[in-house]
């Protein structure tokens, strides 16, 4: 359900050039052979060219495949407008983004159009005085399918003529007369006319500002301080809402929802490997963060979502993984700048890394001051799993043998890699039998055996062996100490 990059990463980025060979006069324009088509007709056809080819409708998300993406295709092929309904971090503005990527490349408009008008029927009086003042010497221009996509993120202070326009005092003090239908400064809704506009959390936009857009959604016209003004938009409208949202804190209005073609419930990923996706796509990870790692932050947040010390009415959002993974690549490039190691995360960062995630969780009342004890309890049962998943039919006898044998093995925030190797005999990492099907365990066959790779495979190892008890762990002023075993519990269950 979510990309490495997509339309709606690049929406902030400059279009590209205009190609040279569009033609950029009305005249050149009709002799193309250009044939207009509406936004969702547009849509609908490039839709169908990617089912009937094979290709991703949606490049890059996953996770959605048999659930949310077979509606949003239902809704674009109905040519349907919609609400996406989701729990927070569910990326739903991240998949009502892609949406642009079946606009076509190219579309042309009236040069200077505040409204993109079409230059075979424009619909603003600018635009048509433009047409039939120079007919055939209409000046066009083009716009990039990423120029065509509007976002409004609906706070309670938006306002009417926010969306929808208002007089433009500098056009009347230019002595235009009030009733002319040029001195209307058009808001972002009409602005998107031939592209998609996204509202997103609309359930926070005041009432009487979604009864403005009712004729957006069915007339797909819009009125402006009562002017006689007829401007048919063509639009696709979609919404995005939290159902807390939208059904406490705020409202959608039952016209407006009744406007909706179609509403569509969004979910977290149902496997760990899509968790496990997401957070490789989406982490900005300045240090290597094994794969191993990248699953204890997946399982880590599963965790959390079903904890009962959690609220699940506002959700655990994707961010809440995100943010954990790269908080360990910050860990272990602080480690590296202070010891010299090779910059590689560690299950002994997640210490330090924990706790900075409580304010991404809303706790229930009864939990309260208890969070960062939960949320410690709940990485140490996603160590727990990602090793038993690993590791659980592994021989791991020759490590638990040099522990045994009265080796202390020291890790730690600033523990470099090479102390904690040569603490087990290792050295550079050959010293200990088994240390290569280690790694080939946890990290794949294909994984490069550095210094840190391997020793953040072996701490992986030795939390699981404390996590089921069969070695000891002590926790003093930052330093974990790995020991024979003692007659001492283990809360990892």
């Known amino acids: 359900m979510w990309t490495i990059l997509t339309y709606g990463q690049n929406m902030s980025s400059l279009a590209p050039p205009v190609p040279d060979h569009l033609p950029r006069t ?36 996953v996770g959605f495949d048999d659930t949310v993406l077979p509606q949003v295709e239902r809704a674009l092929l109905a040519g349907h407008d919609f609400v996406l309904l989701g729990e927070r971090g569910q990326g739903k503005t991240r998949l009502i983004r892609t949406l642009a990527g079946l606009l076509d490349e190219w579309t042309p408009i009236v040069e ?10 424009p619909v603003s009086a600018y635009g048509r005085r433009i047409v039939v003042e120079l007919g055939d010497d209409a000046p066009v221009t083009w716009r990039h399918r990423s120029e065509r996509y509007g976002e409004k993120l609906a706070t309670p202070d938006t306002s009417v003529g926010d969306l929808i326009g208002d007089v433009d005092p500098v056009k009347v003090a230019e002595g235009r007369t009030l ?32 009864v403005a857009l009712l004729n957006v959604l069915e007339e797909r016209d819009i009125q402006v301080r009562g002017y006689t003004l007829r401007l048919p938009l063509d639009l696709l409208v979609v919404a995005s809402a939290n159902p807390e949202d939208y059904t406490n804190r705020g409202r959608i209005i039952t ?19 899509h968790e496990i996706d997401l957070i490789a796509q989406e982490a900005d990870l300045i240090a290597v963060v094994p794969m191993h790692l990248l699953e204890v932050m997946a399982r880590f947040t599963r965790l959390v979502r079903e904890s009962g010390a959690v609220d699940h009415r506002s959700g655990v959002s994707a961010r809440f993984a995100i943010a954990g993974a790269e908080a360990l690549s910050g860990a272990a490039l602080r480690r590296a700048a202070m010891t010299g190691d090779a910059p590689v995360a560690r299950v002994c960062d997640l210490v330090g890394v924990v706790p900075t995630l409580r304010g991404k969780v809303e706790f ?34 020759a490590l638990v043998d040099v522990i045994d044998e009265g080796a202390t093995i020291e890790s730690g925030d600033l523990i470099p890699a090479a102390s904690l190797l040569s603490a087990i005999g290792g050295g550079e990492g050959a010293g200990v039998e088994g240390l290569g099907r280690l790694v080939a365990a946890v990290e794949g066959p294909d994984a490069e055996p550095t210094p840190g790779i391997v020793a953040a495979c072996v701490e992986l190892a030795l939390e699981g062996l404390w996590l089921t008890r069969r070695i000891d762990k002590d926790e003093t002023d930052g330093r974990t100490l790995f020991s024979s075993a003692r007659d001492l519990t283990s809360d990892a269950d």
């Open 26 to 61: 009305l005249g050149a324009l009709r002799m193309s052979g250009y044939e207009a088509r509406t936004v969702k007709q547009e849509m609908r056809a490039n839709l169908i060219a990617r089912l009937q080819s094979g290709d991703p409708t949606f490049p890059g998300i």
């Open 112 to 121: 200077g159009s505040e409204v993109n008008d079409d230059p075979m029927a």
């Open 179 to 210: 009733g002319d239908p040029e001195t209307i400064h058009f808001g972002l809704v009409p602005r998107t006319n031939r592209g998609i506009f996204a509202i997103n959390e609309l359930p926070d936009l005041a009432e009487r500002i979604q």
């Open 255 to 273: 016209p407006m929802k009744d406007r909706f073609g179609a509403e569509i419930t969004t979910h977290y990923p149902y496997d760990v490997q």
């Open 364 to 397: 229930e009342v009864s939990d309260e001051g208890r969070e960062e004890e939960v949320l410690a309890h709940l990485a140490r049962k996603a160590v727990a799993e990602t090793f038993r998943r690993h590791l659980g039919g592994v021989d791991l006898s």
